[in-house]
């Protein structure tokens, strides 16, 4: 994507990958990027998938550490679609807020555990992975 902070770094037949570097989150390029990906997809599946990539890249820009890395997975023998987005920081695992809360903050993993068939999150040497999943 031209003039955008999200570049392919990595291709293959189950997973395209992007590096995140801006400091504030590229979230319209992301959401392009998502769409034009999964043209498949119907809208009602595309719009869950969107606002868990929201919720996940948030988190990762306001939680944790630089590098960070957006990603896209059909895992194979699965009916799904996967967002997933690594931070260098291993050690601030997600936590999953109060259904209710007065603020605009703290509902983004609310919204990712509504929406998804399924999240979590892989922790690693040096940065963890965290993910929602879309039935597809």
Known sequence: MEGTSVDVVERSPDHIDFDLEDTVP?????RRWIADSLPDLDQSQLLDL???ADALMTNAFEHASAPRRLRLRRPRGRRVVRVEVDDA????????????????????LLLVNRLSCGWGVDPCAGHKTVWGEVGA
């Not at 590229?26 to 992301?30: I, T």
């Open 26 to 30: 590229p979230m319209r390029s992301a």
């Open 50 to 52: 969107l606002v868990i």
């Open 89 to 108: 920081s291993p050690e601030l695992l997600p936590v999953l807020g109060k259904p209710g809360g007065r603020g605009l903050h703290n509902r983004g």
